[in-house]
């Protein structure tokens, strides 16, 4: 049997950063902790038992509870004031298992040993509370790996030395001769200062990306030589009153090969992550939006007088992209270019309709002139907890025509919309909101609403956020973000079928008259 406790918290000071979760529950690259320990174990024992332990009060998401199940594993709520010798304990009066193994619920490793009566131990770093072991002439850690051969004796040691883990270990050791072994792979979920160091190890990287992170510094390399410059001219162009929602950023190298920049390493979460996975209060999410309202207001003060000029350029360059990647889409065979799509049963006209009635709604509507990230969507922004701190990553760049950080606000705004309102970081995530038959959509109806998502609209409605994401020119843009960017994700169908279906959606419901009053 291989037990995963996770009945207790983590500590405080992570809750402060990502809420109140038990260990397994913690995440990295877009995916919970316990999807990576579970694969982990399965590599290894892929016949035996594998049981998670919860805290007994704990709302475990629909989502998340299958996806335990679907990897092969129990789930057991448990008391989450009893200790963890006491824990261990009744796990094993009540499963009587012929072997046990042990990987604590805040632990990963690349790689494990399948000996029995064995204790994985590592080198400790210096900010954590770790007890120390001298082995030889090294100081190690119990990294968070047992195994014994024996439960019942363990459980014996456990009761005799009144549920004391560690001294139930000694005494276990003392008989059954347990054999100590070093790994150098293995990762802390339950310190914050550990945490964000497997964060750094495990990275999200794109294609066109090569990332390079160490606890001082990111360095973005690519191919993509232009886009690195652009990214790097729009960071060093930004005015001074909007630098402080800037990491800082040096040391640009272009070669004939590739071009590379740095910048600040930022200890926090992106929103995106923190709306899929987290468990924020209302109080912090209030504190996040209100934070990112700032940024927004501050986009239009200060700008140059030729400012309504340069946005209306910046926007038909986006509406020239656009246009291309629909061309892209129809050349694909993604779909036809003349026949009618349909969303429901209700016939929304062939996609160049679409486009020409999209560009049309927009074009009615004056530019918003304003300093603009251009990719304003969650996975963009970085929180820091400590200090109340948004971080603005990946912007869309100066475009060598423009030669201006000066651009359409609204775009922006769409961008955000996108992520706050439509759900495009679930459908990242592997959500399927619409499924396709020929040229019809139909959205699924099997959905589960996401928490965080549903406060951040709450909270957007109450600082009056939402009364101009849902302005209707700027629910166009966010339309025609969804259907355009379907080239970007040919790796899966399902996902650009349901952003498809999404952009054909939001459409549907500005031909409804819905966004009309927000105009």
Known sequence: MILIPSSQYLRAEIQNEIGMLPPSLSFLKNQRLYEFQLKLVKKFWDKEKILITLPEKFILEKLDHDQINNLGADIKFCLSEVSLGKHIANIIEENNPQTLKILHGDTLFLELPTEDDIVVVGKPHETADWDVIKIGNSELVWAGFFSFSDPKF??????????????????????????????????????????????????????????????????????????????????QKMPSHLQKFLPNVYNFVDTKDEAQYSMSYISGFSLSELMLFSNLSETKWNNILRELLTFIQLQETEIPKNSMQLSKEYMALIDKKNNSR???????????????????????????DIISELSDIIKKQDCIPAFCHGDLCFSNLIYLSRGNIIKLIDPRGVDSQLDSVIGDKRYDLAKLAHSLIWGYDRILFGDITFKRSGNEFKETTKIMKNKNQEVLKKISTKLGLNKILLREDIVAITSLLFISMIPLHADSLNRQESLFGNGLKIFQEIKEGKYKRNV
């Open 154 to 235: 363990f459980l014996k040691e456990l009761k005799a030395n009144e549920y004391s883990f560690d001294k139930a270990i000694y005494s276990y050791g003392h008989i059954k001769k347990l054999k100590y072994i070093e790994n150098r792979h293995w990762y802390d979920f339950g310190h914050l200062e550990e945490l964000h160091r497997a964060r750094e190890k495990f990275t999200t990287e794109r294609v066109f990306n090569n990332l390079q992170i160490n606890k001082y510094e990111v360095k973005k390399i690519s191919k993509k030589r232009s886009k690195i410059f652009n990214e790097y001219n729009w960071f």
């Open 326 to 352: 629909v061309e892209d889409m129809i050349g694909s065979e993604f779909i036809s270019a003349n026949e009618d799509l349909i969303m429901d049963g209700y016939s929304l006209g062939s996609i160049y």
